[in-house]
């Protein structure tokens, strides 16, 4: 038997392959399949079932690619409803896998359908569990996301308080914990960066598991939820009902464009310019009204929590080389209408004597300077509780998360400073305002790491101003 963990950072996303003499699983596999099919292949195995532990919202699974290609069926758990072929399993059915088996452990209130995994060796003894977004390392899954008829995100929690006592919290301590997810998800609040644990272990350090009762858990569970990004419920929708294949998606973006081309379909289809070099690269020069999120970012959740529309067409300006993969990263989280690339990048466009476009980046200590001679207004756009954390005195809070919230507040003819944690988020939030027509707006290099070494006067959590 063999289990690996493929973990995907920039979605902290982990998808499953196991495998057990000449038949293999898979659990919760990303859109990009072939790297599952090619692993089979090498191993000499055929892929058996692909397991889905609920219909994920933070991104789009490639079970149904996944399916077509290796024939395996799909398997939810009870209650779910798809739009395609799956076989939706009973409670407590079982599944051989070589000389394992995987027994369906039906746990809802994540969602309705969520399921977890039960993996048991040639044995029969309980080696592992794949948790989905039941159970993570350090929280459980938020029960916001998928609430029916009447149900309240409380009676969610309170199925999902009874779904892991019932059905988790009863098997061996040595059990090995596997959840579809690590710190960086917007699925839970309080993820380890740990991926994987016992569950004894979780039974002593995590919060919610230590809950002395129902109703201190579903007032803890509750508590301090963020909205969900606007992108979730489309996701799940996605996987509800099925996709293109992603060389499909592949045909229709890698579509290389001279800037005349590029520019010409732009105006045509009313696309987005979507530019993903690194934020201070993009600052010293950028095609006009184009929006930088960084590939080497938290790109694919960025864009779906910013860009509202899945079907809206994008045009790419990437490093060279990095066109197919930030068409793969988009379609992960379900944006595959890519219509294009510019051929040569930002340096053909430069070449070929177009129009471009900057934003003022300062340093700290340059920001620093500027506002003990004027009153500046400066924009925050960390998490709220980052902000809450620690922050300057005079600055607002703007997290970038609902910028389309609270972009019509700004005041196209003032000037605005913007910093998040380190540069990556004030240059994306930077790039949408100057987009949207503000065209005083500045970046402020190193973000708060490196405003909080400028001796401006801070608020910390303990509400008392410093200086250091």
């Known amino acids: 038997m063999k289990i690996e963990q493929i973990y995907t950072g920039c979605l902290a996303e982990a998808a499953y392959y196991i495998t057990s003499g000449k038949e293999a699983a898979i659990i919760d596999p990303l859109r990009e399949v072939d790297p599952y099919l090619e692993k089979a292949r090498k191993d000499g195995v055929e892929i058996k079932y692909i397991f889905e532990t609920h219909f994920h919202a933070d991104f789009v699974s490639g079970h149904v690619e996944l399916s077509d290609r290796s024939g395996a069926p799909i398997v939810y758990g009870p209650t779910a409803v798809t739009g395609f072929a799956a076989h939706i399993a009973a409670d407590s059915e079982v599944f051989r896998i070589g000389d394992c088996t995987i027994e369906v452990l039906h746990t809802p209130g994540h969602t309705p359908e969520s399921t977890t995994y039960l993996l048991r060796d040639a044995q029969g003894r309980p080696h592992c569990i794949f948790t989905g977004d039941t159970l993570f390392i350090g929280d459980v899954g938020r029960p916001d996301l998928a609430q029916q008829g009447e149900l309240t995100e409380k009676d969610m929690a309170g199925n999902l308080y009874d779904s892991l006592h019932a059905k988790i919290l009863s098997l061996p301590d040595d059990v090995i914990v596997y959840p579809a997810h690590g710190a960086g998800s917007a699925c839970g609040k309080n993820m380890s960066k740990e991926t994987f644990d016992t569950l004894g272990n979780q039974k002593k350090v995590n919060y919610a598991l230590r809950a002395e009762s129902r109703e201190q858990f579903i007032r803890e569970v509750t508590e301090g939820i963020l909205p969900p990004p606007q992108y979730f419920a489309k996701n799940a929708s996605i996987n509800k009902t099925g996709y293109d294949s992603l060389q499909d998606v592949f045909a229709k973006g890698l579509q290389p464009l001279n800037p005349a081309d590029f520019e010409q379909r732009a105006n045509a289809v009313g696309a987005l310019v979507l530019d993903t070099r690194d934020p201070q690269v993009f600052a010293a020069g950028f095609i006009p009204r184009s929006i930088n999120i960084g590939l080497n970012g938290q790109f694919a959740p960025w864009v779906g929590a910013l860009i509202t529309d899945l079907r809206q067409p994008l045009l790419l300006v990437t490093d060279e080389g990095r066109?197919?993969?930030?068409?793969?990263?988009?379609?992960?989280?379900?944006?595959?209408?890519?219509?294009?690339?510019?051929?040569?990048?930002?340096?053909?466009?430069?070449?070929?004597?177009?129009?471009t476009d900057a934003i003022e980046s300062v340093s700290a200590e340059a920001f620093a300077g500027r506002s003990v001679s004027e009153e500046l207004l400066a924009l925050d756009v960390r998490k709220p509780g980052e902000y809450d954390a620690s922050h300057l005195d005079f600055t607002q809070s703007r997290p970038l998360d609902y910028l389309n919230d609270w972009m019509p507040e700004i005041d196209k003819r003032k000037t605005y400073y913007i910093h998040c944690a380190g540069g990556y988020r004030s240059m994306i939030a930077a790039s949408i305002l100057r987009s949207r027509g503000v065209e005083n707006v500045i970046d402020v290099a190193g973000g708060y790491a490196a405003l909080k070494n400028t001796g401006l006067p801070r608020v910390e959590a303990s509400c008392q101003a410093t200086g250091s």
């Open 323 to 355: 066109e197919e993969e930030t068409i793969t990263r988009l379609a992960r989280v379900g944006y595959d209408n890519t219509v294009g690339y510019l051929e040569g990048g930002f340096a053909a466009w430069v070449v070929a004597g177009k129009q």
